[in-house]
Nanobody, 116 residues
Framework: QVHLVESGGGSVQAGGSLRLSCVAS????????MGWYRQAPGKEREFVSR???????SYVDSVKGRFTISQENAKNTVYLQMNSLKPEDTAMYYC??????????WGQGTQVTVSS
């Protein structure tokens, strides 16, 4: 069982910044992807960003140019730097890890609230 623990959420005003972190309890020795997803009240969970073992990244259009995903393999940690936050970014943010030959795992989430 792999545990993912997110942190860094909070309440900020529009235009502010937050940095989310997600720490995995172990290392994936195979090709893997770490991703961030979010779910706002009454809405479905949506993809936000991902990064893979080769540091290739992708983003949903709505956050391009504002969010940056990165990882620190030695610490089994992935980050999501969120700048120029908007009220529509308000959601619970979840981390997911996909590792070859292993089940995918989700964290418990960290709340991000952006006020106008």
């Amino acid at each position: 069982q792999v545990h993912l623990v997110e942190s860094g959420g909070g309440s900020v005003q529009a235009g502010g910044s937050l940095r989310l972190s997600c720490v995995a309890s172990d290392t994936c020795s195979y090709f893997n992807t770490m991703g961030w997803y979010r779910q706002a009240p009454g809405k479905e969970r949506e993809f936000v960003s991902r990064i893979d073992s080769y540091d290739r990244t992708s983003y949903v259009d709505s956050v391009k140019g504002r969010f940056t995903i990165s990882q620190e393999n030695a610490k089994n940690t992935v980050y999501l730097q969120m700048n120029s936050l908007k009220p529509e970014d308000t959601a619970m943010y979840y981390c997911k890890r996909t590792c070859t030959w292993s089940p995918e795992y989700w964290g418990q989430g960290t709340q991000v609230t952006v006020s106008s």
